[in-house]
């Protein structure tokens, strides 16, 4: 199938059956999200993928009690910076160097540039540009798990502090941003499943300046 047919194929899942998504084709979603681009290549965000039920109980409730954060097979939580500083982007970019076999000082005026418009920016602006480039690799994932014939729920509804307490994300330098819910559809209790996808007309969507 094209990704076109598979992007119509795919919904927001409200109601999943429980059934496992196998290990390769999950693989393979969690590859095209780390294959994402990046501001800078600077994949401010981490996936943290979890299949334990108990954790997935105690983050249902802080999820607006939504049932597939249970009934999916696993839960993608997208965690983000909170924070840009000097340290994180220079262990990037050095290993970017070391990865293509040049020296670390090849970045030298790039990072001087780079950093020369974070610094003057506050925490919250640092946290929320990272948040953004997260959704860039989440959409990856959505289009990937389509391919895969596997149904995701793309999820904001959650209090992030919450998650954060839960997979103590602190700690790491790391606040969620998305939770994705992968696992497959029960037709027969999914009030979505068969409902027209609808979009903004092209004409009003796309606007052509030629
Ligand atoms: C960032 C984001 C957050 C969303 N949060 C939720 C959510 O918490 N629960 C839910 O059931 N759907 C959620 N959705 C699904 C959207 O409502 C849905 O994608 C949209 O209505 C388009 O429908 P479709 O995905 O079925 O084509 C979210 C989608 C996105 C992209």
Redesign the pocket.
């Known amino acids: 199938m094209s990704l076109l047919e598979d992007?119509k194929w795919?919904?927001?899942?409200?109601k999943m059956n429980g059934a496992i998504v196998p290990q390769e084709k999950l693989d393979y979603i969690l590859e095209a999200a780390r294959l994402a681009p990046s501001s800078s290549g600077l994949q401010p965000y981490k996936i943290f993928v979890i299949s334990n039920e108990e954790l997935k109980k105690k983050i249902q409730p802080v999820?607006?009690n939504?049932s597939?954060i249970v009934d999916a097979s696993h839960l993608l939580v997208f965690a983000a910076w909170d924070d840009y500083t000097l340290d994180r982007i220079e262990d990037v970019f050095n290993y970017t160097m070391d990865e293509r076999g040049l020296p670390h000082s090849t970045m030298d005026e790039y990072k001087k540039t780079l950093w020369s418009l974070y610094e003057p920016l506050s925490t919250e602006s640092h946290a929320h540009h990272a948040a953004k480039q997260s959704?860039i690799s989440?959409?990856l994932a959505?289009a990937a798990a389509a391919e895969q014939k596997v149904d995701a729920?793309?999820?904001?509804?959650?209090v992030p502090p919450k998650v954060d307490e839960l997979l103590e994300l602190d700690k790491q330098g790391l606040k969620s941003t998305?939770?994705l819910a992968l696992g497959y559809r029960e037709e027969e209790n999914d009030w979505?499943v068969n409902?027209k996808?609808?979009?903004t007309p092209k004409e009003e969507f796309i606007t052509e300046i030629k």
């Not at 795919?10 to 409200?14: C, E």
Request: glycine content about 4%; cysteine-free.
């Open positions: 992007l795919r919904y927001a899942t409200k999820a607006w939504q597939q959704y989440f959409a959505i729920t793309p999820i904001e509804g959650f998305l939770i979505l409902m996808k609808v979009r």
